[in-house]
């Protein structure tokens, strides 16, 4: 399990110290004032539940299929001093928990000349 601690900034005024654990499947490398650091994986992957069915219809011949999304999986309680790094499907997914942040993958990542991302510079909560 990945025991990095940093500062995660939320407010212009508010900073705390935290424990960042990552239930991706994949590192995240964040820019920081100090450098880049990356979060290794934990090894606990959080997952949305989703199924699939054809729809019968079809665009240019390419079928068409119909998705559900059901309730995420793999996130554990929540813990005083602990913030989950999820997708953003997953942090889609769930509402009521703050101590779940996922990568901002928009237009302020760090990308390089493929434009595949090489860093993030902040991190999404949901506001609800």
Known sequence: MNDWVGICVFGAEEQ????????TPHPISVSTPT???TIA???TIARVDVSEQPSGDTVNGVPIKMRTTGEAQGIPAAKPGTFYIVSSMVLSAVTGRPDLLAPDTGKNANRDEKGQIVSVKSFIRNNR
Do not use: C, D, H, Q
């Open 16 to 23: 705390m110290t935290a424990e960042l654990i990552n239930l």
């Open 35 to 37: 450098g880049i650091i």
């Open 41 to 43: 994986t934990s090894g």
